[in-house]
């Protein structure tokens, strides 16, 4: 993983060059046809030094961090080594030919024209280099900042399903402790109906999401402790559309609305009431309705602990589009209403993807 981008590298510089040796032995050939084998060896000599020096460069960039300096106090540091740079490369052209005996009249003296086209050449790398940094630099950091989002995501999860178990186990506890003395025989069963939850509410800690059929049966469960409690004062209506069942939900999410219905409304009526649980698709959306007797006397019961993770865990877990509210239907019902996108994007499910660089 950390040799790819000097690989990158090498093939960029090498190549690069290269091309430049083709193009002007190309322009040459095209505009003067007086392509020797002396021009080939002196192009060879220009490459190999543009390569030298251009390397050299940034390893000093490297090694004096300008990279990670701000783009108004790089400008100058590079147009600066880009002059250094193109001033011994223009000198180590000249030792060769002066060695050689290869020098023009011409070239004998200070040639601004020759000396300001390696000045564009070594230019023109410097501004490759930094765009590529940049890229690089953005690229890693888009890397950076989703992993955090998945990383916080992640522990916002864990935290709401860890304070919503105890809550769940200690109601579902107190329905059983009514049967005991009542009804052994059926407060085995209800033990049994328990340990049923317990162990769906022990794998929710391991998922994200689980099937809408998961959550119905935890709450087949839960409701025939709390109907056993409440006897002929609990009615309960379901209505799920069978196409629903394998849709994920977040866990625990519709046994918490569930509890809330019973708690806050059946709980609180002389006569108790009815619990209805709706699921059905509508448009673009998997829409989930728990409707109980009852009234939300308080702003407080609107917006507890329970009702407040069901909306952060769905924007969590499908985005902005996901939708929760509760509200009093009428002067005899509460309604609590989900809405999840049928088409959602699973990057907001999973957030754990690799960018290679």
Known sequence: MLKRPKTYYWWCQIGGWMAFWLFSTLVSYMYSQNVTLQSLIDRTVFILAGITVTHAFRHFIIYQQWLQMRLDRLIWRML?????????????????????????????????????????????????????????KERRYQFDRLRLESMVKELQLKTIKSQLNPHFIFNALNSIRALIDENPERAREAVTELSNILRNSMQAEKVETVSLENEIAMVRDYLALEMIRFEERLEVKLNIDPNTLALPVPPLMLQTLVENAVKHGISRSVHGGTVEIVSRKTDAFHEIIVRNTGQLSTEGEATGFGLQSTRQRLEILFGPLAHFQIENKDPQTVEARVRIPLIHDTHSIHMHKTLTI
Do not use: N
């Open 80 to 136: 600066a080594g880009v002059l250094i740079c193109s001033l011994v490369i223009t000198a180590i052209v000249d030792v060769y030919k002066y060695a050689f005996h290869l020098m023009t009249p011409q070239e004998k003296s200070f040639e601004f024209g020759r000396f300001f086209s390696i000045f564009i050449i070594v230019l023109i790398w410097s501004l490759i280099y930094i765009l590529w940094h940049y890229m690089e």
